[in-house]
């Protein structure tokens, strides 16, 4: 069974940035693709970012692209989203998520079946 464990969140203040990784375990780490997701108090868990099991094909929700960058080292087991320009509205518990039956990337939630447990990114204006 494939693990996935957050780290990196914390506080910042706007306009700085942030490195979260995720590490994984137990699994076919460089078969799957990988994403991270983000979901803010109230509101639905959103897409951020995704890639494919060896790195070559990204996509990013439009409000981030150009801020943060989705990496992934298969010999490490690990998949990284460097954040940087943070706003204030990118506050959010952020999970990274395994999509083990797929090595391509996709923006919806339904289509990932492993889940980290999410940490805490706060940035304060």
């Known amino acids: 069974q494939v693990k996935l464990v957050e780290s990196g969140g914390g506080l910042v203040q706007a306009g700085g940035s942030l490195r979260l990784s995720c590490a994984a375990s137990?699994?076919?780490?460089?078969?799957?693709?990988m994403g991270w997701f983000r979901q803010a108090p109230g509101k639905e868990r959103e897409f951020v970012a995704a890639?494919?099991?060896?790195?070559?094909?990204?996509s990013y929700e439009d409000s981030v692209k150009g801020r943060f960058t989705i990496s992934r080292d298969n010999a490490k087991n690990m998949v990284a989203l460097q954040m940087n320009s943070l706003k204030p509205e990118d506050t959010a518990v952020y999970y990274c998520?395994?999509?083990?039956?797929?090595?391509?990337?996709?923006?919806?939630?339904?289509?990932?079946?492993?889940w980290g447990q999410g940490t805490q990114v706060t940035v304060s204006s």
């Open positions: 890639l494919s099991y060896g790195g070559g094909t990204s």
């Open positions: 998520a395994a999509r083990t039956r797929s090595a391509w990337p996709s923006p919806q939630p339904r289509e990932y079946d492993i």
């Open positions: 137990g699994g076919a780490f460089s078969r799957y693709a």
